[in-house]
Structure formats: structure tokens, C-alpha cells
């Protein structure tokens, strides 16, 4: 879920404190303006970073980390990251041009003591920045830049709904070369679509489709939805409804339903490809996670479309088996991958 932001930053990362002007490693900027959600090719350090952060740009953190301990009053050159989240929802700013920022928190061990660090990305094409400084040092540079103090007060938001215990992480393997390609959110709603690197919303060939939606009181919401999904399919395609499953909830969702379902259209209407999808609906606490790993064929006879399908599906339902939720304030370890929202 990428916020929207209307601000211009009004002032320049500390000099020294993060890198120059110009692309990240492993940064593609996309056309809508958000920088891509690329899995890392190596993990160096625990937590989110390991798992959003290519290898080159966890090192290049690391570095600057290592360089501050290293010029503090009590030198130390015994530095190593515990863990690191995401500490904010990620911010896209709209004027004058779009501008991606998104913050980390990074916790270290240097010799011996326990120190946190806020990593402040800034992914604009060809001009991104990354700011790296002790979180007890970094209220004069929030002063400075907008964007960075709005990342920093949603991140004290997000510390008490998490000490609540009532948000819920999605754990989402992303493919590697998949880059976003739509996104939108609300307070009610909140939706992000990703598609392989070279391909849009509206031209794709595989997509992975990620929704959160507001809870209603009534039992049965995910299934209800997936219901409503396969008649929708039915009358716009021609084709019988299908059938929607219950999975077993698993431990980190112990407090709703998970449902599964394989939507099929042999031909979607005035074009000649075929759309198939496995959906995934899990009720959390604070929101219905709606997963759809989707992805078009050729048009033609049902019988043969499915019988084309037949690997697509098995490597979607696979996909699928690892998107779960986790609860954050208790155990991570069942996402490794949360969704960078």
C-alpha cells in the first residue's frame, strides 16, 4: 500500500550520510513512479532489508553504518545487523514529479550495545538518494525534508498498531523480475498489482494481484467473496462456476477463514487470450487478504485451455501455499518475505 504525498522535499540528505546522486543498486523506477519491489539476490542481513534489498544496496548500508560506528566518541568496529523492518508504509510523492521514499529501521550490535539506525530511501529516476543516521540523531534532517518526517510520524503509528496486536504481515515471494504496475489505496480498500519487467496493467502475460479489504462482521467473508468472484467469471465467460475450497488456517490465522479457488475464462470477451487465476483469500484481524496469481494463454476450447493450464496452475497453487500471515508482535519467522505495503 503505497501512500500518496503532495510536498516537494525541501532539503538534501546530510552530506556523507548516504550516497550520491543517481540509480540504487538494483533500482528500476517504473513508469507509475514507484521503484520496483525486486527480491534480493543475496541476503546479508536479517529481517526485511534481506529480503527487499539487492545485495549491493544492503552492503552499501552496512558500509555507512560501519563508517558512523567507527567515527563515534567510543570507536567500534565490531558491527552486526540484528534485524531490519519496514518501518513505514511506503510514501509516493506527487509534485512535481513522482518520487518513491520508503523508510527502514536497522538494529545493530556494536560491541556489545544495541543501537538502531533509520534508513531513508529516495528513489527518484537517476537522482535517488539513500540517508543512513542514528535514529537518536535524525530529528534535525526530518526537520529539513517533508516526506521524511511524514515516514517517521507513520512510523510511530505503525509501532502502536503493532504493540496492539492487531496488524497482520503478508508473506509475499514476489518472482524476481516482477516490478509493480498499478496501485491504489483508501481507507476502506487498498490494492497493488505486479507484472513481469517490460509488461503493463494492461499488457501482461502473468500477474500477481494483491487487495486489502475491510472486514465486515458478517461469518465467511473470504468465501463469500471467492463466490462472488467465480459467478462473476461465469456470466462475463460463459463457463459453470467453480468450486471454492477452505485451506487449514495455520497457526497465524487462527482467527478467520483461508479459501482458494481457480478462476478459468477459455476466452475473454473481444480479445483472443485466455485468463486464468489462483485466488487466495485470508481473513486477518485487520483486513481480508486477497492474493491472485494470474496469467493468459490463448484463446480456445475450455477442455484445451485447461489442458495447457495445467503447469501454470501447479506452479500458482505452489505460490500460493506461501502467502500466509503472520503476526508480527509475535512471530516473524513464518514471513520472510512480507509484502512491501
Not at 552492503?59 to 565490531?78: F, G, N, T, Y
Not at 517490460?198 to 461469518?219: C, F, H, N, P
Request: proline content about 9%.
Amino acid at each position: 500500500m503505497l501512500l500518496a504525498f503532495g510536498l516537494t522535499s525541501a532539503g538534501a540528505a546530510e552530506p556523507g550520510a548516504g550516497s550520491g546522486p543517481g540509480p540504487l543498486p538494483g533500482e528500476i523506477v517504473t513508469r507509475i513512479g514507484q521503484v520496483a519491489a525486486i527480491p534480493a539476490d543475496e541476503r546479508l542481513v536479517p529481517g526485511y532489508a534481506g529480503a527487499w534489498r539487492m545485495a549491493a544496496a544492503q552492503r552499501q548500508v552496512l558500509d555507512s553504518i560501519k563508517a558512523h560506528e567507527a567515527r563515534a566518541a567510543r570507536p567500534c568496529q565490531d558491527v552486526h545487523v540484528t534485524d531490519s523492518v519496514q518501518a513505514a508504509p511506503d510514501l509516493l510523492e506527487t509534485r512535481p514529479r513522482p518520487v518513491h521514499h520508503a523508510l527502514e529501521h536497522w538494529t545493530v550490535q556494536a560491541c556489545g550495545a544495541a543501537r538502531q539506525y533509520e534508513v531513508w530511501y529516495r528513489f527518484e529516476k537517476d537522482n535517488s538518494r539513500v540517508l543512513v543516521a542514528d535514529s537518536a540523531g535524525a530529528d534535525f534532517q526530518a526537520e529539513l525534508d517533508p516526506p521524511y518526517r511524514r515516514l517517521r510520524e507513520l512510523a510511530a503509528a505503525r509501532r502502536q498498531e503493532l504493540a496492539a496486536g492487531g496488524v497482520r504481515w503478508l508473506n509475499l515471494p514476489l518472482p524476481a523480475d516482477s516490478v509493480p504496475a498499478s496501485n491504489e489505496s483508501t481507507p476502506r480498500y487498498w490494492s497493488a498489482d505486479f507484472v513481469p519487467l517490460g509488461e503493463s496493467i494492461r499488457d501482461w502475460t502473468q500477474l500477481v494481484a494483491v487487495q486489502g479489504l475491510q472486514r465486515t462482521k458478517s461469518k465467511g467473508q473470504a468465501v463469500m467473496l471467492l463466490e462472488g468472484m467465480q459467478r462473476s467469471r461465469a456470466t462475463r465467460c460463459g463457463v459453470p462456476a467453480g468450486e471454492v475450497s477452505l485451506l487449514p488456517p495455520g497457526a497465524n490465522a487462527p482467527h478467520g477463514v483461508v479459501a482458494q479457488t481457480f478462476l478459468v475464462c477459455p476466452r475473454v470477451p473481444d480479445t483472443n487470450y485466455a485468463e486464468l487465476a489462483v485466488v487466495k483469500a485470508i481473513e486477518g484481524p485487520d483486513w481480508l487478504y486477497v492474493v491472485q496469481r494470474a496469467w493468459r494463454l490463448p484463446a480456445g476450447e475450455a477442455e484445451s485451455v485447461l489442458a495447457v493450464a495445467r503447469e501454470p496452475r501447479l506452479a500458482a497453487e505452489a505460490f500460493l501455499e506461501t502467502v500466509q500471515l503472520c503476526n508480527p508482535a509475535q512471530d516473524r519467522q513464518a514471513c520472510p518475505s512480507p509484502f512491501p505495503r
